[in-house]
Nanobody, 124 residues
Framework: QVQLVESGGGLVQAGGSLRLSCAASGLTFSSYTMAWFRQAPAKERDFVAA????????YYADSVKGRFTISRDNAKNTVYLQMNSLKPEDTAVYYC?????????????????WGQGTQVTVSS
C-alpha cells in the first residue's frame, strides 16, 4: 500500500520560512518523479514544484521561483520543500504527489499517488 505523508506545515509570519517533508512508503521511491501542489480555499489545486528521479532536475511555478526549493533524499524516501520569504498568498494546503515517470508534469491528473496534505498559513 502506497503512502505519502506530509509534515512541517504551520502558521508563520510573512517573510518567514517553513520546510515541508513528504515521507513515502510502499513504492520504489527512486523511480518516481515527486511534486508539490497547493490548494487555497475555493481554488484549484495548483502545481508548485517537481523533481525528477534520475537527474534530479527541478521545476517551479513562476509564483515561487527564487523562494522555494524542492529536493529529495532517495535513501530516506523523502521529498522536501523549503519555503522562504513566505507571503500571505502562499497560504494553502500543500500536497505531495508521485508520478511513475522520469519527466515532470504540472498537471495534477498525471500523478499517481497523493498525500493527505499539510496546512500552511502565512499571516501578514
Amino acid at each position: 500500500q502506497v503512502q505519502l505523508v506530509e509534515s512541517g506545515g504551520g502558521l508563520v509570519q510573512a517573510g518567514g520560512s517553513l520546510r515541508l517533508s513528504c515521507a513515502a512508503s510502499g513504492l520504489t521511491f527512486s523511480s518516481y518523479t515527486m511534486a508539490w501542489f497547493r490548494q487555497a480555499p475555493a481554488k484549484e489545486r495548483d502545481f508548485v514544484a517537481a523533481i525528477t528521479w534520475s537527474s534530479g532536475s527541478t521545476y517551479y511555478a513562476d509564483s515561487v521561483k527564487g523562494r522555494f526549493t524542492i529536493s529529495r533524499d532517495n535513501a530516506k524516501n523523502t521529498v522536501y520543500l523549503q519555503m522562504n520569504s513566505l507571503k500571505p498568498e502562499d497560504t494553502a494546503v500543500y500536497y505531495c504527489a508521485g508520478r511513475f515517470q522520469n519527466t515532470y508534469s504540472a498537471n495534477k491528473v498525471r500523478y499517481d499517488y497523493w498525500g493527505q496534505g499539510t496546512q500552511v498559513t502565512v499571516s501578514s
